[in-house]
């Protein structure tokens, strides 16, 4: 079984600073894709970026960027120039690529709070 | 175009009763989730349809709970009897069918048991 682990509850960052949110994750698959997904007060999830694993080339998305650690089985999301919309919880999700299996596996979250 | 869409948004309902939720994938999704989200908590995997196969139900935590989907369509989660540590939202998602095509979430039914 996969499990994916956030060890940072809260941050917190001033406008227009660069913060960088955790993701660890344990696993025996060797392909599989890794997301960070926005949670906003709203509740709907809204996918931010993702990384296939065989991709050594870490995934950016303008403002947001990872870094992508495939022996270390880490993925961080870094956000910068950070804006007040960027404020709400952040969540590190893992996928198999397994055309069987699709759920995604999440961790507990970050919750980030951009300061004006 | 029009996102998941799920129904209701809130539902109060007494320790006991059964509950229905209802999830509307993006039109052409054929892969549809169900997930829990305890207060505080990340998301839990409860089922998974992929067209006519049958259903992925290894995340279910209990028989209180079933769902369903007619098609590529609308799908439906029951919880029956419910207790109070079924209190959370539910989130259902779709994707289109190929693996490593992104989930798009509709915006949960928050289910609050008394």
């Known amino acids: 079984a996969q499990t994916v682990t956030q060890s940072q509850p809260e941050m917190s960052v001033q406008e227009a600073e660069t913060v960088t949110l955790s993701c660890t994750y344990d696993?025996?698959?060797?392909?599989?894709?890794l997301f960070w997904y926005k949670q906003p007060p709203s509740r709907q999830m809204i996918l931010v970026i993702r990384q296939e694993a065989y991709k050594q080339q870490n995934a950016t998305e303008n403002r947001f960027s990872v870094n992508f650690q495939k022996a270390a089985k880490s993925f961080s999301l870094k956000i910068s120039d950070s804006q007040l919309g960027d404020t709400a919880m952040y969540f590190c999700a893992f996928m198999k690529q397994d055309t069987g299996r699709r759920a995604l596996t999440f961790g507990s979250g970050t919750r980030l709070q951009v300061q004006p | 175009g029009a996102g998941v869409s799920q129904s209701p948004s809130n539902k109060v309902t007494e320790k006991g009763k059964d509950v229905e939720l209802r999830c509307d994938p993006i039109?052409?999704?054929?892969?549809l989730y169900w997930y829990r989200q305890r207060l505080g908590q990340g998301l839990e995997f409860l089922i998974y349809f992929q067209g006519n196969s049958a259903p992925d139900k290894s995340g279910l935590p209990s028989d209180r709970f079933s769902a369903e989907r007619t098609g590529e369509s609308v799908s439906t989660l029951t919880i029956q009897r419910t207790q109070q540590e079924d209190s959370a939202v539910y989130l259902c998602a779709s994707s289109l069918a190929r693996f490593n095509q992104p989930q798009h979430f509709g915006d949960g039914t928050r289910l609050s048991i008394l």
């Open positions: 696993t025996s698959e060797n392909n599989y894709y």
């Open positions: 039109s052409g999704h054929t892969a």
